[in-house]
């Protein structure tokens, strides 16, 4: 309650007497003289009973929101207050006083509201005096005075009270701020100290990059700034997962430094982990350090682990400390400062080691590739010299010299040979060499078995050899060059093949490296190319002086055949594979009565108007080979008559030029006149023809008279004698009169009075019909020959020809083989279609053949051959060119094969065209009948 709501103080105070004034004095100044609060707090209530008449009374100090009593007067022992905290929410006296900050005066519990109903109270006047500065400062606690009769209190003394409490507050105030001056003055000199210590810790570290030696700096700093009993420094490698011990303090006493603590592992593997600070007063009860604090000489001390890492989360280790005080907060935060020094101290030292690491790699490599780029600039300096050398000549004896030196210079040898290996004749050949031994020029043959194993392992195996002093030696090399401790030899590569070997010997061991094998079987490679490109030079030089010589005796030839092209009476025309004429001799503008400069270069077909409608078939088979080179037939010779304007008359032969590698190159056709021939052949016929008139009378009526004397019906009979005789007359007239008939259709075939009357035509009829002839007249004449029809295909077309003419060519043909062909074998006719507008058909006999020589002529005009049965039989020679000639009327062509072999005989072939529609439509006769 307020002090208005109190009895009203209306009674002084009285005086005291001078000794208790004097008294009340002293005891307030031994107040002001406190050296402390505590001793301030003790002095409180005493110097107050002095002053103010109480007969019990309790000092409460406040904190935050409680009030806790600490010291009390009057009190029994058992009863004392001191020690004792209320809560100001709780207590409705206390937060009266902290709402008025006033005394607050109860004169009678018994009769305030502030206080139950209690019974018996012994104590019935309560004074409470808030210890306060002033009106508007804190609180700082509660000084409460109580008198055993109530209305104990005047104003007067509760005034006093008050003032006194504003005093006890003003000193207490004072004693605080002193204190906190005192604390930050020594927290500033504890900072000061740490940052001495920093600062001394940081130069020491600061001076090295030795990870032990940063590890012991740090360790003594820590050491003596926490005054500990013992330290260890443990460090923690990851790879292997073990901790290890660095440096002790002040002894050792875990182990020697550098060796493994296997007792730590787990604690260090749990911090580098955590990397959490470790306080512990029970060292030996924690499971991860209590081995370590059993071998510790420090008994009933407090444990500090102290983790070491750096801010990339790197563990180093840990500092072990142990002491009998338990380590303060501050110094616990004074430990793990050092011990982040210390880890970047160990990052720096990290990464420096790393860097220097780098750095020395760096240098070692820049070194091995500076070195390595040195060796391969003599390399390739070398092999650069040795190229240029293979590159400046083709003189064989001289760039294998110069390389061999280039190598033995380059590489340090003592003895360098190429030997070369001849796998025809199995021979080697010691070509070049330089050192100590050199072969003559051109080479020296080594008689080296076909099995040795140098060879065999260079030619064969086409491997490298490496030579060094436990390698064998076959006599022959060793004879040549000496032995020697070291070498190399490589094959002399060349594709696939291997030419022999390259040697290079040294007086001393060494190991090759790939580089210089390398290098060697480069060079080796370079070599082999170089003997092949000598080889292929001379090859060239040799064939090039062939060619020249060719040359020289093409062009004599060339000039012989060009006086020969002019000399000659027939004149000569050269068409290329497109038809241009690309030679013409003087000749045939002649003949043609076109000079050359208008002929050369031009298409022939330009001038097919001056060739008349006989040089179109010339000129056709110019054209037809020329496009289509495959359609001409080998030994196919095309020939034609041509009839000038002015009445003269050239004969052409037409072949092909055929090279051996190109083929088809063009045509050559040789001109003659054939004026003269063609006027003597026109006589000759026409004379031939009235001879044959007239003998041809007469024999017809010879040959009627004879016919009626065999008959005996007729004129009677004959006497043996007569018979006989008229026999051999009949026989020679009808071979005469068969000769005859020759002779008067060869006068109309040359003369052109044959005429063909042309219409599709089945062959399979006439070739019947004429076999059976034959064989009926084979019976007849009781001949012992065969004749039969082979099978013809089922699709054999028709052919547009003269079927009057056609039979006369079989007949011929099958008569002729009849004739030369032995009792016992046989005449078989055939036809096939051959694909390309012609029908093929043949007439094969099994009797004396043809020989190849006699071939060419069998189809001139009266031309037999000189077979006794030949001569025998008899024949005009006239039959196979009146076929030839009607087989080309029909646009065919006739031809012969035969070996010339009594038994295998011969076979005559003709072409006649297949029947189309337009040309059954419109038939085409030639010639015309006299």
């Known amino acids: 309650m307020a002090l208005s709501d109190t009895a009203p103080l209306t009674q002084p105070i009285a005086r005291g007497s001078a000794a208790g004034a004097a008294s009340s004095l002293d005891a307030w100044l031994r107040l002001a003289q406190a050296p402390n609060e505590a001793a301030l707090l003790r002095e409180v209530l005493p110097a107050l009973a002095r002053l103010v008449p109480l007969d019990r009374a309790a000092l409460w100090l406040q904190k935050r929101d409680r009030l806790i009593a600490s010291q009390a007067l009057g009190f029994a022992a058992n009863n004392s207050p001191i020690g004792l905290e209320v809560n100001i929410r709780d207590s409705r006296l206390f937060r009266e006083v902290q709402r008025t900050h006033e005394p607050l005066y109860i004169p009678d519990v018994t009769d305030s509201p502030f206080f139950p109903t209690l019974g ?83 130069s020491d570290l600061s001076t090295s990059l030795e990870p032990p030696t940063l590890w012991q700096r740090a360790a003594r700093h820590l050491f003596t700034a926490l005054q500990a009993d013992h330290l260890a420094v443990l460090t923690w490698e990851d790879d292997p997962g073990q901790a290890r011990l660095v440096t002790e303090f002040p002894r050792a006493a875990l182990g020697e430094p550098g060796q493994p603590i296997p007792e730590a592992q787990a604690l260090l593997q749990h911090l580098a982990h955590s990397k959490r600070l470790l306080h512990t007063r029970t060292p030996t009860q924690e499971p991860g350090l209590a081995a370590l604090a059993a071998r510790v000489p420090v008994h009933d001390a407090s444990g500090l682990v102290v983790p ?345 032969h037409l072949s092909a030029m055929i090279d051996r590698h190109q083929g088809f190159i063009g045509t050559v056709s040789a001109i003659r006149d054939i004026t003269h021939q063609i006027e003597v052949d026109r006589m000759k016929s026409e004379f031939v023809a009235t001879v044959s008139h007239e003998l041809r009378t007469p024999l017809t009526a010879i040959k009627g008279y004879v016919d009626l004397l065999l008959r005996p019906q007729i004129l009677g009979e004959l006497g043996p004698r007569q018979r006989k005789a008229i026999e051999v007359i009949h026989r020679h007239v009808n071979r005469l009169i068969h000769l005859v008939n020759d002779l008067l259709t060869l006068s109309r075939l040359e003369s052109g009075r044959i005429r063909l009357e042309p219409r599709p035509v089945d062959l399979r009829s006439i070739l019947q019909d004429i076999v059976e002839d034959f064989q009926r007249q084979m019976r007849d004449k009781g001949r012992d020959i065969t004749v039969r029809l082979a099978p013809l295909p089922e699709d054999l077309p028709q052919v547009y020809a003269d079927p009057q003419r056609v039979q006369q060519i079989v007949a011929n043909l099958v008569e002729n083989g009849c004739r030369y062909t032995p009792d016992g074998g046989t005449v078989t006719v055939g036809a096939q279609d051959q694909g390309d507008g012609f029908v093929r058909v043949w007439v094969q006999d099994t009797g004396i053949g043809i020989k190849p020589e006699d071939q060419p002529r069998i189809f001139e005009r009266f031309y037999r051959g000189e077979h006794p049965l030949v001569i025998k039989t008899a024949g005009t020679g006239l039959g196979l060119s009146i076929v030839k000639q009607l087989v080309e009327m029909h646009g065919g062509r006739i031809w012969v094969e035969s070996e010339g072999v009594p038994g295998q005989g011969s076979t005559f072939f003709f072409t006649l065209p297949v029947a189309s529609t337009e040309a059954e439509a419109s038939p085409t006769p030639s010639g015309e009948e006299a």
């Open 308 to 652: 070491v890492h750096d801010p990339e989360d790197h563990f180093y280790g840990a500092f072990l400390l142990w002491r009998e005080q338990p380590f303060t907060a501050d110094e616990m935060l004074l430990a793990r400062t050092l011990a982040q020094q210390t880890a970047s101290s160990l990052q720096n030292a990290r990464l420096y080691n790393i860097t220097r690491r780098l750095t020395e790699d760096l240098e070692r490599r820049v070194a091995e590739r500076t070195a390595a780029l040195q060796r391969e600039q003599h390399r390739a300096q070398l092999l650069a010299h040795i190229f240029a050398e293979l590159a400046s000549s083709l003189d064989l004896d001289h760039i294998l010299d110069r390389t061999l030196q280039v190598l033995l210079e380059g590489l340090g040898a003592v003895q360098t040979a190429v030997v070369l290996w001849d796998m025809d004749t199995h021979q080697a050949l010691w070509r070049a060499g330089r050192g100590r031994y050199k072969p003559p020029y051109g080479g020296k043959k080594l008689d080296l078995p076909f099995h040795d194993p140098w060879m065999r392992t260079l030619v064969l195996q086409r491997q490298r050899l490496l030579i060094d002093p436990d390698t064998p030696w076959p006599r022959v090399w060793r004879e040549t060059f000496g032995q020697y401790p070291a070498g190399v030899a490589v094959p002399l590569l060349h594709g696939a093949e291997s030419r022999g070997g390259l040697f290079i010997f040294l007086d001393e061991p060494r190991d090759w490296s790939e580089d210089d094998l390398d290098l060697i079987q480069v060079t080796a490679m370079q070599i082999a190319t170089a003997i092949q490109n000598a080889e292929l030079f001379q090859l060239i030089q040799e064939h090039a002086i062939e060619t020249g010589q060719m040359l020289r005796q093409q062009q004599i030839e060339a000039s012989r055949m060009r006086a020969i092209l002019e000399a000659v009476a027939d004149g000569i025309l050269v068409t290329d594979v497109h038809g241009t004429v690309t030679l013409v001799n003087p000749s045939a503008e002649r003949l043609l009565g076109i000079a050359a400069e208008d002929l050369l270069g031009q298409p022939l077909e330009r001038f097919r108007g001056l060739f008349g409608a006989q040089g179109q078939a010339w000129l056709s088979n110019i054209r037809k080979w020329s496009q289509n080179p495959e359609s001409y037939k080998p030994g196919e010779v095309a020939a034609a008559q041509i009839e000038l304007e002015d009445g003269r008359v050239l004969s052409v």
């Open 120 to 202: 018996d109270v012994e104590y019935r006047t309560w004074l409470g005096v808030p210890i306060a500065e002033g009106p508007d400062a804190a609180i700082l606690g509660l000084l409460v005075l109580e008198r055993r009769e109530p209305h104990a209190y005047q104003p007067e003394e509760v005034a006093l009270a008050h003032q006194a409490a504003q005093y006890i507050a003003h000193l207490l105030a004072q004693h605080r701020r002193l204190q906190q001056a005192q604390q930050r003055a020594q927290e500033a000199e504890a900072r000061a100290r740490q940052l001495a210590l920093l600062h001394q810790v940081i």
